[in-house]
């Protein structure tokens, strides 16, 4: 089992980047997906999530508007749209895939996301 995350790195205050997490080892369209972030000396949390055939996403207050989590069921991949990033959007952001029907899920290893100018 795998999901790797891709598409962080450095952005100015205003800028966009794509996350994507891509899973492997696992029935990826029966896995609710969801991003996770955590910030130096704070706790993680979630940023925003979507169920295993689309439909409704949840997201944190923080991040509605500007965030946009989407998957591609045939490609075994999520993504994370990131607009008008702020310096407080800096973290470390995780994939996560969870199974509502066997009660496990699998993280993947985080990319990096800093936003400063």
């Known amino acids: 089992v795998q999901l790797v995350e891709s598409g962080g790195g450095l952005v100015q205050p205003g800028g966009s980047l794509r996350l994507s997490c891509a899973a492997s080892?696992?029935?990826?369209?029966?896995?609710?997906m969801t991003w996770y972030r955590q910030a130096p000396g704070k706790e993680r949390e979630l940023v925003a999530g979507?169920?295993?055939?689309?439909?409704?996403?949840n997201y944190a207050d923080s991040v509605k508007g500007r965030f946009t989590i989407s998957r591609d069921n045939a490609k075994n991949t999520v993504y994370l749209q990131m607009n008008s990033l702020k310096p407080e959007d800096t973290a470390v952001y995780y994939c996560?895939?969870?199974?509502?029907?066997?009660?496990?899920?699998?993280w993947g290893q985080g990319t990096q996301v800093t936003v400063s100018s």
């Open positions: 996560n895939a969870h199974s509502p029907v066997l009660g496990w899920g699998y």
């Open positions: 080892g696992f029935t990826f369209s029966r896995y609710v």
């Open positions: 979507i169920p295993s055939a689309g439909g409704s996403r």
